[in-house]
Protein backbone atom coordinates (compact mmCIF):
# COMPACT_ATOMS: atom_id res chain seq x y z
CA UNK A 1 0.00 0.00 0.00
CA UNK A 2 2.58 2.17 1.00
CA UNK A 3 4.68 1.50 -2.72
CA UNK A 4 1.48 2.46 -4.55
CA UNK A 5 0.94 5.29 -3.03
CA UNK A 6 4.34 6.59 -3.61
CA UNK A 7 4.27 5.81 -6.97
CA UNK A 8 1.02 8.22 -7.59
CA UNK A 9 2.47 10.91 -5.75
CA UNK A 10 5.85 10.66 -7.70
CA UNK A 11 3.66 10.41 -10.84
CA UNK A 12 2.67 14.01 -10.33
CA UNK A 13 5.87 15.62 -9.56
CA UNK A 14 7.93 14.18 -12.34
CA UNK A 15 8.99 16.89 -14.85
CA UNK A 16 6.66 17.52 -17.36
CA UNK A 17 7.65 16.64 -21.32
CA UNK A 18 8.29 19.35 -23.54
CA UNK A 19 6.59 20.45 -26.56
CA UNK A 20 8.91 20.84 -29.67
CA UNK A 21 10.24 23.94 -30.55
CA UNK A 22 8.56 24.94 -33.94
CA UNK A 23 10.60 26.39 -37.12
CA UNK A 24 9.44 28.38 -39.54
CA UNK A 25 10.21 26.87 -43.37
CA UNK A 26 9.05 29.56 -45.49
CA UNK A 27 5.13 29.83 -45.32
CA UNK A 28 4.88 26.83 -42.85
CA UNK A 29 5.44 26.69 -38.91
CA UNK A 30 7.10 23.35 -39.24
CA UNK A 31 8.05 20.79 -36.25
CA UNK A 32 11.27 19.48 -37.07
CA UNK A 33 10.81 16.12 -35.71
CA UNK A 34 7.89 15.13 -37.81
CA UNK A 35 8.53 17.54 -40.82
CA UNK A 36 4.54 17.98 -39.82
CA UNK A 37 3.13 21.96 -41.08
CA UNK A 38 1.22 23.16 -37.75
CA UNK A 39 -1.91 24.50 -37.29
CA UNK A 40 -2.98 27.13 -34.96
CA UNK A 41 -5.66 26.16 -32.72
CA UNK A 42 -5.13 29.37 -30.50
CA UNK A 43 -7.00 31.32 -27.77
CA UNK A 44 -6.07 35.38 -26.55
CA UNK A 45 -5.28 34.98 -22.85
CA UNK A 46 -5.13 38.00 -21.24
CA UNK A 47 -7.23 38.42 -18.06
CA UNK A 48 -8.35 42.49 -17.14
CA UNK A 49 -7.56 43.03 -20.91
CA UNK A 50 -5.16 45.99 -21.36
CA UNK A 51 -6.52 47.66 -18.52
CA UNK A 52 -5.16 45.25 -16.24
CA UNK A 53 -1.61 45.48 -17.04
CA UNK A 54 0.18 47.42 -14.36
CA UNK A 55 3.53 46.30 -13.39
CA UNK A 56 3.18 48.10 -9.70
CA UNK A 57 0.93 45.43 -9.20
CA UNK A 58 3.32 42.41 -8.88
CA UNK A 59 1.53 40.28 -11.95
CA UNK A 60 0.88 39.19 -15.06
CA UNK A 61 -1.17 36.63 -17.60
CA UNK A 62 1.45 34.35 -17.06
CA UNK A 63 2.82 35.30 -12.81
CA UNK A 64 0.68 32.89 -10.95
CA UNK A 65 0.66 29.25 -11.46
CA UNK A 66 -2.83 28.72 -9.62
CA UNK A 67 -4.26 30.63 -12.15
CA UNK A 68 -2.47 29.33 -15.19
CA UNK A 69 -3.26 25.68 -14.16
CA UNK A 70 -6.78 26.39 -13.90
CA UNK A 71 -7.03 27.83 -17.23
CA UNK A 72 -4.86 25.28 -18.70
CA UNK A 73 -7.13 22.48 -17.65
CA UNK A 74 -10.17 24.46 -19.33
CA UNK A 75 -8.48 25.33 -22.28
CA UNK A 76 -7.05 21.40 -22.58
CA UNK A 77 -10.80 20.87 -22.98
CA UNK A 78 -11.33 22.82 -25.35
CA UNK A 79 -7.91 21.62 -27.43
CA UNK A 80 -6.14 24.67 -27.64
CA UNK A 81 -2.44 24.54 -28.70
CA UNK A 82 -1.37 28.01 -28.41
CA UNK A 83 -1.88 30.98 -25.93
CA UNK A 84 -1.88 34.95 -27.01
CA UNK A 85 -0.43 37.15 -24.32
CA UNK A 86 -0.06 40.74 -25.26
CA UNK A 87 1.34 42.31 -21.84
CA UNK A 88 3.57 40.77 -19.69
CA UNK A 89 5.88 42.06 -17.02
CA UNK A 90 9.63 40.59 -18.11
CA UNK A 91 10.74 41.33 -14.45
CA UNK A 92 8.18 38.75 -13.11
CA UNK A 93 8.83 35.01 -13.11
CA UNK A 94 6.57 32.96 -15.32
CA UNK A 95 8.55 29.60 -15.12
CA UNK A 96 5.72 28.00 -13.69
CA UNK A 97 2.77 29.02 -15.87
CA UNK A 98 5.25 28.64 -18.75
CA UNK A 99 5.75 25.06 -17.78
CA UNK A 100 1.86 24.25 -17.23
CA UNK A 101 1.30 25.44 -20.14
CA UNK A 102 4.24 23.36 -22.22
CA UNK A 103 2.96 20.66 -20.11
CA UNK A 104 -0.85 21.05 -21.18
CA UNK A 105 0.59 21.12 -25.11
CA UNK A 106 -0.01 24.51 -25.78
CA UNK A 107 2.96 27.07 -27.11
CA UNK A 108 2.94 30.85 -26.53
CA UNK A 109 2.54 34.03 -28.76
CA UNK A 110 3.73 36.64 -27.34
CA UNK A 111 3.38 40.56 -27.27
CA UNK A 112 6.50 42.95 -26.65
CA UNK A 113 5.07 46.03 -26.50
CA UNK A 114 2.60 47.27 -23.74
CA UNK A 115 -0.29 49.86 -23.55
CA UNK A 116 2.39 51.89 -21.51
CA UNK A 117 3.95 55.06 -22.44
CA UNK A 118 7.38 54.14 -23.20
CA UNK A 119 6.68 50.25 -23.76
CA UNK A 120 5.09 50.50 -27.61
CA UNK A 121 5.58 52.52 -30.47
CA UNK A 122 3.34 55.76 -30.84
CA UNK A 123 1.54 55.85 -34.36
CA UNK A 124 1.12 59.24 -34.44
CA UNK A 125 5.36 59.95 -33.90
CA UNK A 126 7.05 57.08 -33.77
CA UNK A 127 10.01 58.32 -34.03
CA UNK A 128 9.35 59.66 -30.86
CA UNK A 129 9.36 56.36 -29.34
CA UNK A 130 11.94 54.92 -31.05
CA UNK A 131 14.80 55.16 -28.70
CA UNK A 132 16.93 52.56 -26.20
CA UNK A 133 15.19 52.43 -23.24
CA UNK A 134 12.01 51.15 -25.27
CA UNK A 135 14.15 48.50 -26.94
CA UNK A 136 15.36 47.58 -23.88
CA UNK A 137 11.88 46.45 -22.52
CA UNK A 138 11.33 44.50 -25.38
CA UNK A 139 14.50 42.87 -25.80
CA UNK A 140 13.70 41.78 -21.71
CA UNK A 141 10.93 40.14 -23.04
CA UNK A 142 12.60 38.19 -25.10
CA UNK A 143 15.20 37.49 -22.29
CA UNK A 144 12.26 36.38 -20.48
CA UNK A 145 10.77 33.90 -22.35
CA UNK A 146 13.66 32.48 -25.14
CA UNK A 147 14.33 29.75 -23.03
CA UNK A 148 11.43 28.03 -22.98
CA UNK A 149 10.70 25.53 -25.54
CA UNK A 150 7.00 26.63 -25.91
CA UNK A 151 7.70 30.43 -26.93
CA UNK A 152 6.63 29.89 -30.95
CA UNK A 153 7.53 33.55 -31.67
CA UNK A 154 6.96 37.50 -30.86
CA UNK A 155 5.08 39.95 -31.89
CA UNK A 156 7.48 43.44 -32.87
CA UNK A 157 4.03 45.46 -33.12
CA UNK A 158 0.13 45.25 -33.05
CA UNK A 159 -2.06 47.04 -35.12
CA UNK A 160 0.13 50.11 -35.11
CA UNK A 161 -0.81 50.85 -38.72
CA UNK A 162 -4.43 51.22 -39.32
CA UNK A 163 -5.34 53.57 -42.02
CA UNK A 164 -3.16 55.13 -44.33
CA UNK A 165 -1.90 57.78 -42.24
CA UNK A 166 -0.02 55.76 -39.98
CA UNK A 167 1.03 53.78 -43.24
CA UNK A 168 3.04 56.94 -44.20
CA UNK A 169 4.80 57.13 -41.12
CA UNK A 170 5.03 53.78 -39.39
CA UNK A 171 5.92 50.87 -41.36
CA UNK A 172 9.93 51.53 -41.47
CA UNK A 173 9.55 51.75 -37.45
CA UNK A 174 7.93 48.79 -36.91
CA UNK A 175 10.17 47.04 -39.43
CA UNK A 176 13.43 48.62 -37.49
CA UNK A 177 12.26 46.89 -34.18
CA UNK A 178 11.93 43.83 -35.67
CA UNK A 179 15.92 44.14 -37.37
CA UNK A 180 16.56 44.61 -33.64
CA UNK A 181 14.75 41.89 -32.00
CA UNK A 182 15.82 39.24 -34.68
CA UNK A 183 19.36 40.65 -33.96
CA UNK A 184 19.19 40.56 -30.14
CA UNK A 185 17.81 37.03 -30.42
CA UNK A 186 20.56 35.46 -32.53
CA UNK A 187 23.10 36.86 -30.39
CA UNK A 188 21.36 36.36 -27.15
CA UNK A 189 19.22 32.51 -27.80
CA UNK A 190 20.12 29.45 -28.52
CA UNK A 191 17.33 28.93 -30.71
CA UNK A 192 15.98 31.27 -33.63
CA UNK A 193 12.49 32.02 -32.25
CA UNK A 194 10.25 33.76 -34.93
CA UNK A 195 9.80 37.45 -34.82
CA UNK A 196 6.63 39.22 -36.63
CA UNK A 197 3.89 41.57 -36.98
CA UNK A 198 0.19 41.36 -35.97
CA UNK A 199 -2.30 43.72 -38.39
CA UNK A 200 -5.69 45.20 -38.67
CA UNK A 201 -7.63 43.57 -40.83
CA UNK A 202 -8.09 46.89 -42.72
CA UNK A 203 -8.11 46.25 -46.10
CA UNK A 204 -7.26 49.48 -47.69
CA UNK A 205 -3.56 49.24 -46.10
CA UNK A 206 -3.55 45.11 -45.54
CA UNK A 207 -1.64 43.85 -48.36
CA UNK A 208 0.71 47.04 -48.22
CA UNK A 209 1.16 46.15 -44.51
CA UNK A 210 2.09 42.33 -45.38
CA UNK A 211 4.15 43.36 -48.38
CA UNK A 212 5.96 46.09 -46.85
CA UNK A 213 7.22 43.46 -44.36
CA UNK A 214 7.61 40.33 -46.17
CA UNK A 215 9.45 41.93 -48.79
CA UNK A 216 13.50 41.09 -49.00
CA UNK A 217 15.59 44.40 -48.76
CA UNK A 218 17.78 43.59 -51.86
CA UNK A 219 17.01 40.62 -52.70
CA UNK A 220 18.21 39.63 -49.51
CA UNK A 221 15.90 36.61 -47.92
CA UNK A 222 18.39 36.93 -44.83
CA UNK A 223 17.59 40.35 -44.55
CA UNK A 224 17.21 40.86 -40.33
CA UNK A 225 14.34 43.42 -40.57
CA UNK A 226 12.12 40.87 -42.88
CA UNK A 227 8.94 39.60 -40.80
CA UNK A 228 9.40 35.61 -39.56
CA UNK A 229 5.23 35.82 -40.23
CA UNK A 230 2.52 37.80 -40.63
CA UNK A 231 -0.75 38.04 -39.08
CA UNK A 232 -4.17 39.83 -39.08
CA UNK A 233 -7.01 40.41 -36.74
CA UNK A 234 -10.09 39.87 -38.37
CA UNK A 235 -13.66 39.93 -37.30
CA UNK A 236 -15.43 39.58 -40.79
CA UNK A 237 -17.00 36.32 -40.50
CA UNK A 238 -20.09 37.16 -38.20
CA UNK A 239 -23.04 34.36 -37.39
CA UNK A 240 -23.89 32.02 -39.96
CA UNK A 241 -21.54 33.54 -42.59
CA UNK A 242 -19.93 31.72 -45.60
CA UNK A 243 -16.56 31.85 -47.06
CA UNK A 244 -17.67 34.12 -49.63
CA UNK A 245 -19.86 36.38 -47.97
CA UNK A 246 -17.31 36.67 -44.53
CA UNK A 247 -14.33 37.71 -47.52
CA UNK A 248 -11.99 34.98 -46.25
CA UNK A 249 -12.00 34.09 -49.90
CA UNK A 250 -10.27 37.20 -50.57
CA UNK A 251 -8.13 36.79 -48.11
CA UNK A 252 -6.99 33.52 -49.36
CA UNK A 253 -6.34 35.08 -52.39
CA UNK A 254 -4.44 37.44 -51.26
CA UNK A 255 -2.23 35.73 -49.27
CA UNK A 256 -1.99 32.65 -51.54
CA UNK A 257 1.80 33.96 -52.71
CA UNK A 258 3.29 34.78 -48.88
CA UNK A 259 6.60 33.62 -48.74
CA UNK A 260 6.07 33.89 -45.13
CA UNK A 261 3.21 31.75 -42.52
CA UNK A 262 -0.29 33.95 -42.30
CA UNK A 263 -2.31 33.19 -39.26
CA UNK A 264 -5.37 34.57 -37.65
CA UNK A 265 -3.89 36.44 -34.40
CA UNK A 266 -7.17 37.26 -33.75
CA UNK A 267 -10.74 36.39 -35.29
CA UNK A 268 -14.11 35.63 -33.45
CA UNK A 269 -17.24 38.44 -33.81
CA UNK A 270 -19.20 38.63 -30.94
CA UNK A 271 -22.52 39.76 -32.97
CA UNK A 272 -24.81 38.19 -33.13
CA UNK A 273 -24.47 36.92 -29.45
CA UNK A 274 -24.63 34.13 -28.42
CA UNK A 275 -21.70 33.54 -30.35
CA UNK A 276 -22.13 30.89 -33.01
CA UNK A 277 -17.78 30.04 -33.79
CA UNK A 278 -19.27 28.72 -37.48
CA UNK A 279 -16.03 29.95 -39.25
CA UNK A 280 -13.89 26.85 -37.50
CA UNK A 281 -14.80 23.91 -39.48
CA UNK A 282 -13.94 26.44 -42.63
CA UNK A 283 -10.16 28.06 -41.36
CA UNK A 284 -9.30 24.23 -40.54
CA UNK A 285 -10.29 23.14 -44.00
CA UNK A 286 -8.74 22.73 -47.34
CA UNK A 287 -10.35 26.07 -48.11
CA UNK A 288 -7.23 27.54 -46.24
CA UNK A 289 -4.76 24.91 -44.52
CA UNK A 290 -2.78 25.55 -47.75
CA UNK A 291 -2.36 29.50 -46.93
CA UNK A 292 -3.31 30.02 -43.77
CA UNK A 293 -1.84 28.10 -40.45
CA UNK A 294 -4.63 28.40 -38.22
CA UNK A 295 -5.91 31.40 -36.04
CA UNK A 296 -6.43 32.56 -32.33
CA UNK A 297 -9.80 32.81 -31.04
CA UNK A 298 -10.40 36.68 -29.30
CA UNK A 299 -10.48 35.75 -26.20
CA UNK A 300 -10.70 33.60 -23.04
CA UNK A 301 -12.00 35.94 -20.09
CA UNK A 302 -15.09 38.02 -20.25
CA UNK A 303 -14.04 41.44 -20.13
CA UNK A 304 -15.97 44.72 -20.97
CA UNK A 305 -16.07 43.94 -24.82
CA UNK A 306 -18.36 41.30 -24.44
CA UNK A 307 -15.83 38.60 -26.25
CA UNK A 308 -15.24 36.48 -23.10
CA UNK A 309 -15.24 32.04 -22.81
CA UNK A 310 -15.02 32.42 -19.44
CA UNK A 311 -16.38 34.55 -16.10
CA UNK A 312 -12.74 34.59 -14.42
CA UNK A 313 -13.86 36.15 -11.07
CA UNK A 314 -11.71 37.92 -8.40
CA UNK A 315 -12.00 34.87 -5.99
CA UNK A 316 -10.27 32.89 -8.61
CA UNK A 317 -13.63 30.70 -9.48
CA UNK A 318 -14.72 30.82 -13.18
CA UNK A 319 -18.19 30.52 -14.41
CA UNK A 320 -18.11 29.15 -18.09
CA UNK A 321 -20.37 31.50 -20.63
CA UNK A 322 -22.37 29.17 -23.25
CA UNK A 323 -20.14 30.07 -26.13
CA UNK A 324 -17.34 28.39 -24.56
CA UNK A 325 -18.88 24.87 -25.13
CA UNK A 326 -20.03 25.64 -28.63
CA UNK A 327 -16.53 26.90 -29.95
CA UNK A 328 -15.70 22.86 -28.44
CA UNK A 329 -18.51 21.69 -30.16
CA UNK A 330 -17.30 23.58 -33.77
CA UNK A 331 -13.95 22.53 -32.74
CA UNK A 332 -15.33 18.74 -32.53
CA UNK A 333 -16.23 18.69 -35.85
CA UNK A 334 -12.51 19.11 -37.36
CA UNK A 335 -10.48 16.34 -37.78
CA UNK A 336 -7.08 17.89 -36.31
CA UNK A 337 -5.25 14.69 -36.04
CA UNK A 338 -5.12 14.50 -39.98
CA UNK A 339 -4.60 18.12 -40.46
CA UNK A 340 -2.15 18.03 -37.91
CA UNK A 341 0.06 15.15 -39.53
CA UNK A 342 -0.07 16.94 -42.86
CA UNK A 343 3.90 17.16 -44.37
CA UNK A 344 5.41 20.28 -44.51
CA UNK A 345 5.54 21.60 -48.12
CA UNK A 346 9.32 21.13 -49.51
CA UNK A 347 9.15 24.50 -51.60
CA UNK A 348 7.68 28.00 -50.99
CA UNK A 349 7.16 31.33 -52.84
CA UNK A 350 9.98 33.49 -53.04
CA UNK A 351 9.84 36.51 -50.94
CA UNK A 352 9.18 39.67 -53.46
CA UNK A 353 12.28 42.13 -53.72
CA UNK A 354 11.41 45.71 -51.60
CA UNK A 355 10.64 48.61 -54.10
CA UNK A 356 8.27 51.15 -54.53
CA UNK A 357 6.18 49.57 -56.98
CA UNK A 358 5.33 46.82 -54.27
CA UNK A 359 3.31 49.44 -52.59
CA UNK A 360 -0.58 49.60 -54.22
CA UNK A 361 -1.94 52.53 -52.47
CA UNK A 362 -1.28 56.37 -52.72
CA UNK A 363 0.13 57.67 -49.42
CA UNK A 364 1.49 54.43 -47.69
CA UNK A 365 5.39 54.17 -47.20
CA UNK A 366 7.15 52.81 -49.99
CA UNK A 367 10.35 53.91 -48.51
CA UNK A 368 12.72 50.64 -47.38
CA UNK A 369 15.46 53.11 -45.69
CA UNK A 370 15.31 52.08 -42.45
CA UNK A 371 15.88 53.80 -39.50
CA UNK A 372 19.46 53.13 -37.54
CA UNK A 373 19.49 51.51 -34.55
CA UNK A 374 18.83 54.12 -31.96
CA UNK A 375 21.94 55.43 -29.69
CA UNK A 376 22.86 52.78 -26.84
CA UNK A 377 20.91 50.42 -28.26
CA UNK A 378 23.56 48.37 -29.81
CA UNK A 379 25.47 47.85 -26.65
CA UNK A 380 22.22 45.87 -25.61
CA UNK A 381 22.28 43.93 -28.69
CA UNK A 382 25.30 43.14 -27.93
CA UNK A 383 25.59 42.46 -24.28
CA UNK A 384 22.20 42.00 -23.30
CA UNK A 385 19.93 43.28 -21.02
CA UNK A 386 20.52 44.24 -17.51
CA UNK A 387 19.29 42.66 -15.08
CA UNK A 388 18.49 39.69 -17.20
CA UNK A 389 15.60 37.92 -16.43
CA UNK A 390 15.72 34.19 -17.32
CA UNK A 391 13.34 31.31 -17.36
CA UNK A 392 13.47 27.57 -17.23
CA UNK A 393 11.43 24.56 -17.63
CA UNK A 394 10.42 23.74 -13.80
CA UNK A 395 8.74 20.46 -11.77
CA UNK A 396 4.93 20.86 -11.04
CA UNK A 397 4.37 19.00 -7.99
CA UNK A 398 0.18 19.10 -8.15
CA UNK A 399 -1.52 19.70 -11.87
CA UNK A 400 -5.14 19.87 -10.02
CA UNK A 401 -6.89 22.72 -10.07
CA UNK A 402 -7.68 24.43 -6.62
CA UNK A 403 -10.43 27.07 -7.52
CA UNK A 404 -14.13 26.31 -8.23
CA UNK A 405 -14.84 26.03 -11.63
CA UNK A 406 -18.95 26.01 -13.34
CA UNK A 407 -20.80 25.16 -16.38
CA UNK A 408 -22.62 27.76 -17.84
CA UNK A 409 -25.75 26.19 -15.77
CA UNK A 410 -24.03 26.37 -12.74
CA UNK A 411 -22.89 22.56 -12.24
CA UNK A 412 -19.80 22.54 -11.08
CA UNK A 413 -16.92 20.89 -12.33
CA UNK A 414 -15.31 18.19 -10.94
CA UNK A 415 -11.78 16.48 -10.82
CA UNK A 416 -10.35 19.70 -13.43
CA UNK A 417 -6.73 19.22 -13.82
CA UNK A 418 -3.92 19.44 -16.52
CA UNK A 419 -3.35 16.19 -17.78
CA UNK A 420 0.59 16.13 -18.66
CA UNK A 421 1.44 15.35 -22.26
CA UNK A 422 4.12 13.22 -23.72
CA UNK A 423 7.10 14.79 -26.05
CA UNK A 424 6.85 16.25 -28.71
CA UNK A 425 2.85 16.22 -28.10
CA UNK A 426 0.24 19.07 -28.65
CA UNK A 427 -3.11 19.46 -27.41
CA UNK A 428 -5.84 18.67 -29.85
CA UNK A 429 -9.74 18.86 -29.84
CA UNK A 430 -10.94 15.41 -29.13
CA UNK A 431 -14.24 14.66 -30.50
CA UNK A 432 -14.86 11.70 -28.36
CA UNK A 433 -14.62 12.95 -24.86
CA UNK A 434 -14.92 16.50 -23.41
CA UNK A 435 -11.30 17.23 -23.01
CA UNK A 436 -8.00 17.33 -25.40
CA UNK A 437 -5.55 15.17 -26.06
CA UNK A 438 -2.32 14.90 -27.51
CA UNK A 439 -0.79 14.72 -30.92
CA UNK A 440 2.21 13.51 -32.23
CA UNK A 441 3.40 11.06 -29.81
CA UNK A 442 1.79 8.28 -28.43
CA UNK A 443 -0.36 8.97 -25.48
CA UNK A 444 1.12 6.11 -23.26
CA UNK A 445 4.14 7.95 -23.54
CA UNK A 446 3.58 10.22 -20.02
CA UNK A 447 2.96 7.72 -17.92
CA UNK A 448 5.55 5.46 -18.80
CA UNK A 449 8.13 7.75 -18.00
CA UNK A 450 6.11 8.79 -14.57
CA UNK A 451 6.32 5.03 -13.51
CA UNK A 452 9.94 4.09 -14.60
CA UNK A 453 10.50 7.18 -12.59
CA UNK A 454 9.07 6.23 -10.03
CA UNK A 455 10.76 2.84 -10.12
CA UNK A 456 13.81 4.23 -9.74
CA UNK A 457 13.14 5.89 -6.64
CA UNK A 458 11.40 2.52 -4.58
CA UNK A 459 14.79 1.31 -3.62
CA UNK A 460 15.57 4.56 -1.61
CA UNK A 461 11.48 4.64 -0.36
CA UNK A 462 11.82 1.07 1.04
CA UNK A 463 15.11 1.68 2.62
CA UNK A 464 13.22 4.67 4.89
CA UNK A 465 10.11 2.68 5.81
CA UNK A 466 12.35 -0.23 6.76
CA UNK A 467 14.63 2.00 9.04
CA UNK A 468 11.49 3.70 10.60
CA UNK A 469 10.34 0.45 11.67
CA UNK A 470 7.53 -0.08 9.08
CA UNK A 471 6.27 -3.34 7.07
CA UNK A 472 5.86 -2.90 3.38
CA UNK A 473 2.22 -4.59 2.78
Given at each position: ??????????????????????????????????????????????????????????????????????????????????????????????????????????????????????????????????????????????????????????????????????????????????????????????????????????????????????????????????????????????????????????????????????????????????????????????????????????????????????????????????????????????????????????????????????????????????????????????????????????????????????????????NLAVTPLANDAVNTPD???????????????????????????????????????????
Open positions: MLVRSALAALGGATLAAAVTPLEVRGNQFVNPNTGNAFQIVGMAYQIGGSSGYDPASGKDPLSNGDVCKRDAALMQQLGVNAIRVYNLDPNLNHDECASIFNAAGMYMLLDVNSPLVGESLNSRAPWESYYAAYLNRTFAIVEAFKSYPNTLAFFSGNEVIDNVRTGATVPPYVRAVTRDLKNYIKNHSDRPIPVGYSAADVRVVLEDSWNYFQCAIDGDENDMSRADLFALNSYSWCGESTFEQSGYDQLVALFESSSVPIFYSEFGCNTPSPRVFTEIPTIYSDQMTGVFAGGVVYEYSQELNNYGLAQCNADLTVDLLVDFRTLQSQYQKVDFNQIQSIKASSTSPTPPVCRSSLIKEDGFNNNFTLPVVPPGAQEIIDNGVTPRPSGRIIEISDWSVRHDVKEADGTLIQASTNAGSGSNSPASAAPQNQISAAIMVIPSIIAVVASAGFTLL
